[in-house]
Each structure stands twice: as structure tokens, then as C-alpha cells.
């Protein structure tokens, strides 16, 4: 590995330096050789990689680390958090000289552990290690991981489950939560904090006349684009707090995420979320909402003669948020639908095909690809208001008459997955894995990992429709 440390030169009242507390009888789980090689891993490390991936080794060249910071969680202030179960063992360069985070999780107690138990348990490892992967495969910045192990040690949740670590890699664990937490907590190290994230993450904010504000303008914009995205993909994240959206605009944390399956925009996914905060239609304003909040945090920043002024500057740069999620979703919808982006009619268009999806409960992914089949009689006949279906086709067919539709039709094939990670698929490659068969987690491994190809080799039927309505779903908590 070559390794980049630069997280270790900050304050050290930001972190607390403690090494992993290895589980009893750790065993191998799934190892992503591909990403092991973009990061630059040599063959010894990769001979390694239970060892590395299960917390029994380090690196002289890295003290591993637990990052605090606060964060507002379900909109309400939380105080103090940190890596209750995490820590940061090693900052490293990829094949494209990009600084990667490799961060371990369930690796034990630390200071910032509150009332857990500093583990996790193979269910959600699995959960986050699939995500991670068919996020990635899909176009969405994301954070993504080298490996998982398991273990012989059980660990306390509602019931006795099975111990497992993690080995995630990101490009960014500076949470917007960390800003908040000096805010509060140590306030002089914000402007030296906020220096170090742009040289490091922003570098050609640097020349502009006001860095900070080009710092911000580019993190909402990040922001904005990576929500656009889910938004496209059916990804619903489920627990947007502030201290689990980073300063990349690279998606983290996501625990009780879900991909959408029949088309339910107001469709709780993570069951803890008991006022349908984080539903995937709220998605866009949750963003929105954080950045606010994440804003009023660079406010000291500003001299005290200087700072109305500031926080106008600072809400102009939140005003990008809203037309860079825009540009993108809409161009990117269109591109799913077929359409030219320019055509007036499109969006709508467009919006209307999201109705019936909505109205008739199809599914989501399943339905893009029917359209980009041409299988018209196929979603008409799944329709109960028929002549809702006939009004919206005619106009599809109409706005795609004297277009060059065959390169409309390649934009499909590259906006609309095959596959995505339906919530049964997971917990089938779980309950097998808890018996010691990975071959499950293998088999989808595989499958996201080129998800806008058809692979009539690996595909099973129930990877490609929601399970039927009279099935119960599988529920998903931040139990993890």
C-alpha cells in the first residue's frame, strides 16, 4: 500500500488513537480483489486480507483512530457522537492517486461508543457490503469495501447474532457533523478544520477570491448530484442524519437503506424512521435540510464586521442545490424515458410514467426496462386504468417521432440497471452466509457488479420483480 496520512496531523482533540480489538474466531467472508487492486494493495497484503479485514493487523505507518464529531439525527440536535464501533486504520493512494480512506467497522469500544457495544453483526455487514459495491457498479459516489469477515463470537441485539467486521474504503469520512461538534465543543479549530478539508478535498477552491464560499458552493453541488442520483436509481437511504452525509458528496452509512422496488415515493424503508423523515420523495429536502444546517456552522468563519454579509453569501451558495438537483435528476430521467432532455414535453411526459408506476404499484426498475424493451403491451396489460397508459403513450411516441431514437434508445441502455439489490435478494444471501455459505453473497457480488448488463447466466428469477403483494417485506432497522 502507499500510504497517505492525513487525518493524524489534525488537532488531536479530533480524534482518539486506539487499535482494533479483534473478534473471537474471525473466518473469511467475501474479499473485493478488484477494489484491493485500484488501492494499490501488493500481493502480500492481499494474502493477508483476513487479518487486515478482521482487525488482527495494523500498519506501523498508520495508528489506527476513532474520529468524534456531533451531528442532528431525525432533525433533532444529538449532541456528541463519534466512531462508536469504527476506526480509521490507514489513509492510502489508489491507482489514480486519489486519497482513500480505509475505515474498520465493528471494531470495539472507543470513547465515542455511548451505549452500544462497539461490534456489528453479519446481517448488516452484508447489507452495507453489497450496497457499497452495486451503488458503485451503478454510476452513484459512494463509499465501497475491501472485504468482510465473520466470526465465532456472538454479539447482543434482539437476539444473539453472529460478529463481523468490515473494511470499508471512502474517499471521505469528514462528516458535516464534525463541523458542528467543533462548533460546539471547540470552536477554535474551525478555521484551520475548514483549511485542511479544502486542501485536501477541494484543492481549486484554493485560487478562488473567497475559497470558503467556493468550498461550499462545490460540496452542495456534490451533494445535489449524488441525491440525483438515488433519486434515479430507486436508492433510498433511510437515515440521512448530518453525521452521515460526508464533505465529498459520496454516500455513507447507509444502514437501513432499501432500493425501491414498487413505486411508493412516500415508502418508509427504515423502520426506526417512525415520522417518514427520510422517505425516498423527502430525500431531496432532507439534503436541502442538512446543507442549512451544515451552512450555519461556517458562519464564525466570517469577521464579526463581515458577517451578515457572509451569511448572505452562504445562502446564495445553498440556492445551487436546488438548481444542480434539478438539472441533473431531469436530464438523467429523461435519459431513462428515452426522450430528448430539450423537448418541452419531456419532464412531463416523463412525470406522468412515474404516475402510473405510482397509481398502479409496478415496479420501478422493471418498468424502465420494459420501456426500453418496447414491451408496451406487457406494462398495459399490468395496468388497471388502461386509458391512463394509452393517453401517457401516445404522448411518449409522439415526442420520440423525428428524434434520433436510436441514439435515445443506447442512452437507455446505459441509464436503466438490469438489477439492482432487492431487499430479499440480500437477506437470502444473509440467512445462507449465517450458515457459513457464502455463495449467495458470491453469486450477487457478481451480478451488481455489472448491473446494466443482462446475465441470463447468473440472474435468478426473483432478482428481477418485487416479491408478490401479498408477501410481507422485509423490515429493515438501524439495529446494527
Not at 96 to 118: C, E, F, N, V, W
Not at 186 to 208: G, R, V
Not at 282 to 288: E, K, T, V, Y
Request: net charge negative; aromatic share 10%.
Amino acid at each position: 500500500m502507499h500510504f497517505n496520512s492525513r487525518y493524524p496531523s489534525l488537532n488531536p482533540r479530533l480524534f482518539h488513537h486506539q487499535s482494533p480489538v479483534p473478534l473471537k474466531g474471525a473466518k473469511a467472508g467475501h474479499f473485493n480483489a478488484a477494489l484491493a487492486d485500484q488501492l494499490q494493495w501488493s500481493a502480500s497484503d492481499q494474502a493477508a486480507w483476513v487479518e487486515i479485514c478482521s482487525g488482527q493487523k495494523t500498519f506501523t505507518e498508520f495508528e489506527p483512530l476513532a474520529m468524534v464529531y456531533a451531528g442532528h439525527q431525525f432533525g433533532q440536535w444529538a449532541g456528541q457522537l463519534g466512531d462508536g464501533r469504527g476506526l480509521l486504520i490507514a489513509q492510502i493512494l489508489d491507482r489514480d492517486h486519489q486519497t482513500i480512506d480505509l475505515h474498520l467497522k465493528g471494531a470495539g469500544l472507543t470513547p465515542y461508543s455511548r451505549m452500544g457495544d462497539g461490534r456489528a453483526v453479519l446481517r448488516s455487514v452484508i447489507r452495507e457490503y453489497l450496497a457499497g459495491h452495486a451503488l458503485n457498479a451503478l454510476g452513484v459516489a459512494s463509499s465501497n469495501a475491501v472485504g468482510f469477515t465473520t466470526s465465532t463470537q456472538g454479539v447482543q441485539r434482539e437476539t444473539v447474532e453472529m460478529g463481523a467486521m468490515l473494511l470499508r474504503s471512502s474517499d471521505c469520512h469528514i462528516r458535516l457533523g464534525h463541523f458542528e461538534w467543533i462548533n460546539q465543543y471547540q470552536p477554535e479549530l474551525l478555521a484551520e478544520f475548514t483549511q485542511k478539508c479544502i486542501e485536501w478535498h477541494y484543492p481549486e477552491c484554493l485560487d478562488a477570491e473567497q475559497p470558503i464560499l467556493a468550498f461550499a458552493t462545490q460540496v452542495i453541488q456534490r451533494t445535489a448530484v449524488m441525491i440525483a442520483k438515488w433519486q434515479l436509481v430507486g436508492f433510498a437511504h433511510g437515515v440521512m442524519n448530518t453525521d452521515n452525509l460526508n464533505i465529498s458528496g459520496s454516500t455513507l452509512d447507509f444502514g437501513p437503506y432499501g432500493f425501491m422496488e414498487r413505486f411508493r415515493p412516500n415508502w418508509i424503508n427504515n423502520h426506526s424512521d417512525y415520522n417518514a423523515r427520510y422517505t425516498y420523495q423527502q430525500q431531496p429536502s432532507m439534503g436541502h435540510w442538512d446543507l442549512w444546517t451544515w451552512l450555519n456552522n461556517l458562519i464564525p468563519l466570517a469577521k464579526p464586521e463581515q458577517k451578515e454579509q457572509f451569511k448572505q453569501d452562504l445562502a446564495q451558495c445553498l440556492e445551487h442545490f436546488e438548481a444542480t438537483f434539478l438539472e441533473h435528476y431531469q436530464l438523467g430521467l429523461s435519459q431513462k424515458m428515452g426522450l430528448p432532455h430539450f423537448h418541452k414535453d419531456s419532464f412531463n411526459c416523463a412525470m406522468a410514467f412515474l404516475h402510473i408506476l405510482q397509481s398502479e404499484q409496478l415496479d420501478y426498475t422493471g418498468s424502465f426496462i420494459r420501456l426500453q424493451n418496447q414491451a408496451y403491451t406487457a406494462l398495459r396489460d399490468d395496468c388497471l386504468d388502461t386509458r391512463q397508459f394509452d393517453a401517457f403513450l401516445t404522448q411518449y411516441q409522439t415526442i420520440r417521432e423525428n428524434q434520433a431514437v436510436d441514439v435515445l434508445d443506447a442512452e437507455m441502455r446505459l441509464a436503466n440497471p438490469q438489477y439492482i439489490l432487492r431487499n430479499h435478494m440480500a437477506q437470502k444471501a444473509i440467512e445462507l452466509a449465517q450458515q457459513d455459505d457464502f455463495s449467495e453473497v458470491e453469486r450477487l457480488f457478481q451480478l451488481l457488479s455489472q448491473p446494466y448488463r443482462k446475465q441470463t447466466e447468473l440472474e435468478q428469477a426473483e432478482d428481477l420483480v418485487p416479491p408478490p403483494s401479498d408477501v410481507p417485506e422485509v423490515m429493515v432497522s438501524c439495529s446494527s
